[in-house]
């Protein structure tokens, strides 16, 4: 059993924890962004996905929100700006040297950063006006799964605190609870993965086009096939010319019966689609609401990855040319 296996185990209660023990401070969080002329959400690698999702969030809430990757966070962009700033700066480890840079600047020109990491004793916990903490407890496995859950889960009890929701408790215990289904269909899964071609396309629109992008780079990292991403619809302007028997499409589908054309399309051109979501998906789940459909979609995707890299004959949690924190 991989450590990285064990650690997806873990993320019901990460998200459980995440959200149960930043419930009652997230309020001066949320006024802060309520009350900013922009937001900037910035993260690098998973955070990044964890940023795009919480980008997506606060747009659909009527907040004015920019999504970055940290590295490409820069004074250039910033110098400029005007009225009440609010960068959210997401890092796992609060110390890697984007996100510290990413700080820096923020605080040069009198930004207020919300810092959202799972590490109490990093510089960005220490020095962020509003510290996020993410419990997903010490995370072994260079890939990245329940540290990244526990980043969605901010994201989460953001929406629900926007938007005045009060069965957050009720649908935290369905969430969950729905996550560890999942883990009944671990046969299902392995099989699937190890018939998963060396090239794999993955696609999803709106909240589910970042788990698309974490689909892609989770497979490059433990299994190192070559992987692109796409919001489902751009795909078919331009990259589907590259779609051959080769390949593999991970489609995260949106409603109950995934859209008939596309399908169509993707079966004429494809080696093989894995369809994740509801009612007649080959990965299936029951879910209506927007962050149930997401946790769900990252779990099964992070399974494939784990499994898939298995039975590649490699090692999911040591994947060679990678380290848990970039420094430099």
Same mark, same amino acid.
Request: one cysteine or more.
């Given at each position: 059993?991989t450590?990285?296996?064990e650690?997806?185990?873990?993320e019901?209660?990460?998200?459980?924890?995440?959200?149960?023990?930043?419930?009652?401070?997230?309020?001066?969080?949320?006024d802060?962004?309520?009350?900013?002329?922009?937001?900037?959400?910035?993260?690098?690698g998973?955070?990044?996905?964890?940023?795009l999702?919480?980008?997506?969030?606060?747009?659909?809430?009527?907040?004015?929100?920019?999504?970055?990757?940290?590295?490409?966070?820069?004074?250039?962009?910033?110098?400029n700006m005007?009225?009440?700033?609010?960068n959210?700066?997401f890092?796992?480890?609060?110390?890697?040297?984007?996100a510290?840079?990413?700080?820096?600047?923020?605080?040069?020109?009198?930004?207020?950063?919300?810092?959202?990491?799972?590490?109490?004793?990093?510089?960005?916990?220490?020095?962020?006006?509003?510290?996020?903490?993410?419990?997903?407890?010490?995370e072994?496995?260079?890939?990245?799964?329940?540290?990244?859950?526990a980043?969605?889960?901010v994201s989460?009890?953001?929406?629900?605190?926007?938007?005045?929701? !009060? %069965?957050?408790? &009720?649908? @935290?215990?369905? *969430?969950?609870?729905? +996550?560890?289904? =999942?883990?009944?269909?671990?046969?299902?899964?392995?099989?699937?993965?190890s018939?998963?071609?060396n090239?794999v396309?993955?696609?999803?629109?709106?909240?589910?086009?970042?788990?698309?992008?974490?689909?892609?780079?989770?497979?490059?990292?433990t299994?190192?096939?070559?992987?692109?991403?796409?919001?489902?619809?751009?795909y078919?302007?331009?990259?589907?010319?590259?779609?051959?028997r080769?390949t593999t499409?991970?489609?995260?589908?949106?409603?109950?019966l995934?859209? !008939? %054309?596309?399908? &169509?399309k @993707?079966?004429e *051109?494809?080696?093989? +689609?894995?369809t =994740?979501?509801?009612?007649?998906?080959?990965?299936?789940?029951?879910?209506?609401?927007?962050?149930?459909?997401?946790?769900?979609?990252?779990?099964f995707i992070?399974?494939?990855?784990?499994?898939k890299?298995?039975?590649?004959g490699?090692?999911?949690d040591?994947?060679?040319?990678?380290?848990?924190?970039?420094?430099?």
């Open positions: 059993m450590v990285m296996y650690e997806i185990q873990e019901p209660e990460a998200i459980r924890k995440t959200i149960n023990e930043n419930a009652d401070k997230i309020n001066k969080v949320i802060q962004i309520k009350n900013s002329s922009l937001v900037f959400v910035t993260g690098s998973t955070s990044y996905n964890a940023a999702i919480l980008n997506y969030t606060l747009l659909e809430n009527g907040i004015r929100s920019v999504a970055m990757t940290s590295s490409e966070y820069s004074e250039n962009i910033v110098r005007k009225g009440t700033i609010t959210i700066i890092s796992q480890s609060g110390e890697s040297s984007d510290i840079s990413n700080l820096k600047l923020s605080k040069k020109y009198g930004f207020t950063v919300i810092g959202i990491t799972n590490e109490k004793e990093s510089q960005l916990f220490m020095e962020s006006d509003h510290p996020i903490l993410t419990h997903a407890g010490k072994k496995s260079i890939a990245a799964t329940k540290s990244h859950a980043q969605v889960a989460m009890l953001m929406d629900y605190s926007l938007r005045n929701d !009060k %069965k957050l408790v &009720e649908d @935290l215990d369905h *969430l969950c609870s729905g +996550i560890e289904k =999942i883990f009944s269909l671990t046969e299902q899964i392995k099989s699937l993965s018939e998963i071609h090239k396309v993955f696609l999803g629109s709106e909240k589910s086009y970042p788990v698309a992008l974490e689909g892609g780079l989770k497979f490059k990292e299994t190192g096939l070559i992987t692109e991403s796409y919001p489902t619809r751009e078919f302007h331009g990259p589907i010319h590259r779609l051959d080769e499409v991970i489609w995260l589908t949106e409603g109950s995934p859209n !008939k %054309k596309i399908m &169509e @993707l079966e *051109l494809s080696g093989e +689609i894995i =994740i979501g509801n009612g007649e998906a080959v990965l299936k789940f029951n879910e209506e609401k927007p962050f149930q459909k997401v946790f769900n979609s990252l779990v992070q399974l494939l990855a784990n499994f890299a298995v039975s590649m490699l090692d999911p040591h994947p060679s040319n990678l380290n848990k924190v970039v420094r430099w």
